[in-house]
């Protein structure tokens, strides 16, 4: 079988996506197709007639007959270019509009099922590796477009009128063609088939050392600062070690592919030379029913050639597009409910319920319960790991929970649409990354309809203004991927500049000044302070003088509260937060 089921599905989703989108223009490529190769095999039987009008007039000689034929040839001829070139011209057109409707739909769909996949999904996957296979699913469009127009075409089109004319000379040389294909097809579709099953199983390997590359790529600082470029080269150097064994069998494969079709080749040229002296004897057929049948097995070869190669493409083609689909049919788990509503914050009352959270395996809560009343301060300390990011990344329902409750003004968070909740709460959260783009557009993109002047107001308030007027370009100034060219308190500062333009009802600062001088931290804690006055805020903070001043401290161990209350009575109590306090203002941390 040429195809199995599996293919055929495969098939069916490119034509869905392809063909059924570009209707029209798929038919006029068709149809240019045609026209191309019809006038192709014209051409031959343009010569091969020049070559009867000759013959016959060595025998009559006869001059005005052989001048009124050629002269009829070549108003042939040129009815042959003008069709030729109007297909040439059209062909690639229609190709080009078919890439460029389905092209970027493509890669929009990609791009939006991804966005949309959850949190742990997504983390789990090598963006490189993805960037990898999202631009192979495009270029296999590309392919399957080429590959009817160089390979399929010339053969579906080409080959009957073939078929045809041979029959019309003699017989017998079309029972010699299709022996010849008969033959020549079944081998090279083996090794055709060898050669894709072979891509296939190095594509995924072509895939992991791209990640490799990009995860190098991404750390090139640590590589820099631990002097690890050997190491790293190694790396990489191990995840290439594949190609030049997946060469040498790709090797063998084409040359004895090469090999034993040109053989076939031969020995059926061999066959038709001699069938041909002996039609030509018997005088069954003339010199140029001789050339012509020559210049169709010439033309057979070309077409058998291109028909496997267009498999052989085919099969590629379809494996490079179905991994994309693959991406397509991912589901995501974390979605709403069909009657979802948008979530109606005005208070600000958050419940923790008996929430209970994995991390594929690793327990994080367990029963976890806690409350946050209207308007709250909430200050949380606690070992690092204790389960603080997971607090506000389950607020945010990144991750669902596995049993109890989280609920915002008595709404589960998980019957709301998950646009209206995060739509409610700001989040700065611990690592800032920000796209390579302008300062200006960072801040911008936490509350894209804002004017300029409350983007400057935001900036002014995260206390950015005297270093950003120190830029040269100002707030145009990039910042390099994820920020790199930014110092960690700026990168913290542009976080708290979004959380600022969010303007949202609830605000979770994740170790959000951490990375702060103490004068600039008290600036901005006054402008915080101001924001968030009348809000409920959590603020996450190793740095006990960032929380002291929270209505409510609460001290978190192992996914458990262990102690709560305002900072004095927290120190009262000489319990752990007293505890981490003396080590502070003694200055062990
Ligand atoms: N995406 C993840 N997949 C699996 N485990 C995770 C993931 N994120 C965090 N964890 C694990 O969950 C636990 C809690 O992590 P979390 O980030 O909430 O700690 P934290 O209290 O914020 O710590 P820190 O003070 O260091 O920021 C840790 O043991 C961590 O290793
Ligand atoms: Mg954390």
């Known amino acids: 079988?040429?195809?199995?089921?599996?293919?055929?599905?495969?098939?069916?989703?490119?034509?869905?996506?392809?063909?059924?989108?570009?209707k029209l223009l798929f038919l006029g490529l068709i149809f240019f197709s045609i026209i191309t190769q019809v006038t192709a095999v014209s051409v031959d039987l343009i010569i091969a007639k020049v070559l009867e009008y000759f013959a016959n007039y060595s025998l009559t000689s006869d001059l005005s007959l052989l001048k009124?034929?050629?002269?009829?040839?070549?108003?042939?001829?040129?009815?042959?270019?003008?069709?030729?070139?109007?297909?040439?011209?059209?062909?690639?057109?229609?190709?080009?509009?078919?890439?460029?409707?389905?092209?970027?739909?493509?890669?929009?769909?990609?791009?939006k099922r991804l966005l949309f996949l959850d949190t742990k999904d997504i983390l789990n996957k090598k963006t490189g590796a993805l960037v990898n296979k999202l631009n192979r699913t495009s270029k296999s469009l590309e392919?399957?477009?080429?590959?009817?127009?160089?390979?399929?075409?010339?053969?579906?089109?080409?080959?009957?009128?073939?078929?045809?004319?041979?029959?019309?000379?003699?017989?017998?040389?079309?029972?010699?063609?299709?022996?010849?294909?008969?033959?020549?097809?079944?081998?090279?579709l083996r090794y055709q088939k060898m050669g894709a099953k072979m891509w296939e199983k190095a594509y995924p390997k072509y895939d992991k050392s791209t990640g490799i590359l990009n995860d190098i790529l991404v750390n090139i600082l640590p590589v820099k600062i631990n002097s690890q470029e050997k190491y790293t080269i190694n790396m990489?150097?191990?995840?290439?070690?594949?190609?030049?064994?997946?060469?040498?069998?790709?090797?063998?494969?084409?040359?004895?592919?090469?090999?034993?079709?040109?053989?076939?080749?031969?020995?059926?040229?061999?066959?038709?030379?001699?069938?041909?002296?002996?039609?030509?004897?018997?005088?069954?057929?003339?010199?140029?029913?001789?050339?012509?049948?020559?210049?169709?097995?010439?033309?057979?070869?070309?077409?058998?050639?291109?028909?496997?190669?267009?498999?052989?493409?085919?099969?590629?083609?379809?494996?490079?597009?179905?991994?994309?689909m693959k991406i397509l049919e991912e589901k995501a788990t974390i979605i709403d409910d069909l009657d979802a509503k948008e979530i109606k914050v005005n208070k600000g009352k958050i419940e923790f319920n008996d929430v209970t959270f994995s991390y594929e395996n690793k327990k994080v809560f367990d029963k976890f319960k806690f409350l946050i009343n209207p308007g709250e301060t909430i200050g949380v300390v606690g070992k690092s790991g204790a389960g603080k990011t997971t607090l506000a990344n389950l607020l945010f329902r990144l991750y669902d929970i596995d049993k109890g409750y989280i609920s915002i003004d008595g709404?589960?968070?998980?019957?709301v649409t998950q646009n209206s909740l995060r739509?409610?709460?700001?989040?700065?959260?611990?690592?800032?990354l920000l796209f390579d783009d302008t300062i200006y557009n960072n801040i911008l993109f936490s509350n894209p309809n804002s004017n300029r002047r409350e983007v400057l107001k935001a900036i002014k308030e995260a206390e950015l203004s005297e270093f950003i007027n120190s830029l040269p370009n100002k707030e145009k100034t990039i910042v390099g991927e994820r920020g790199v060219k930014l110092s960690g308190g700026q990168r913290q500062r542009i976080s708290i500049a979004r959380a600022i333009l969010a303007n949202k009802k609830i605000i979770v600062l994740d170790e959000a000044t951490s990375a702060l001088d103490s004068e600039t931290e008290l600036k901005i804690r006054d402008t915080l302070d101001r924001i968030t006055k009348g809000r409920t805020t959590i603020t996450i903070a190793h740095r006990l003088s960032t929380v002291m001043n929270s209505d409510k401290i609460v001290v978190f161990d192992d996914g458990k509260i262990v102690e709560v209350g305002d900072h004095k009575s927290l120190l009262k109590k000489k319990g752990k937060y007293a505890e981490l306090w003396k080590y502070q203002t003694k200055g062990y941390l």
Do not use: C
């Open 423 to 432: 739509n409610s709460i700001s989040l700065v959260p611990q690592d800032t």
């Open 236 to 324: 990489y150097s191990k995840s290439i070690k594949f190609i030049p064994r997946l060469w040498l069998k790709v090797s063998k494969i084409y040359s004895r592919w090469g090999s034993s079709t040109s053989a076939i080749n031969l020995l059926f040229l061999g066959f038709t030379i001699y069938v041909g002296f002996d039609l030509f004897i018997k005088n069954l057929i003339s010199i140029d029913q001789l050339a012509l049948t020559f210049l169709l097995f010439n033309r057979t070869d070309r077409y058998m050639g291109y028909f496997v190669h267009a498999i052989g493409e085919t099969y590629r083609i379809l494996a490079e597009f179905d991994a994309g």
């Open 68 to 111: 009124e034929s050629i002269t009829n040839i070549l108003l042939i001829l040129i009815i042959v270019m003008i069709s030729s070139a109007v297909s040439y011209w059209a062909e690639p057109i229609m190709i080009a509009k078919i890439i460029g409707n389905t092209e970027p739909y493509i890669k929009k769909k990609l791009l």
């Open 411 to 415: 709404q589960n968070i998980r019957h």
């Open 143 to 188: 392919n399957f477009l080429y590959n009817w127009r160089f390979s399929l075409a010339p053969f579906v089109v080409g080959m009957p009128t073939v078929l045809i004319l041979l029959t019309s000379i003699n017989y017998k040389f079309l029972i010699l063609n299709l022996l010849y294909l008969s033959i020549s097809i079944p081998v090279s």
């Open 1 to 22: 079988m040429l195809f199995v089921k599996k293919d055929i599905d495969k098939f069916k989703k490119l034509f869905e996506f392809v063909i059924l989108r570009n």
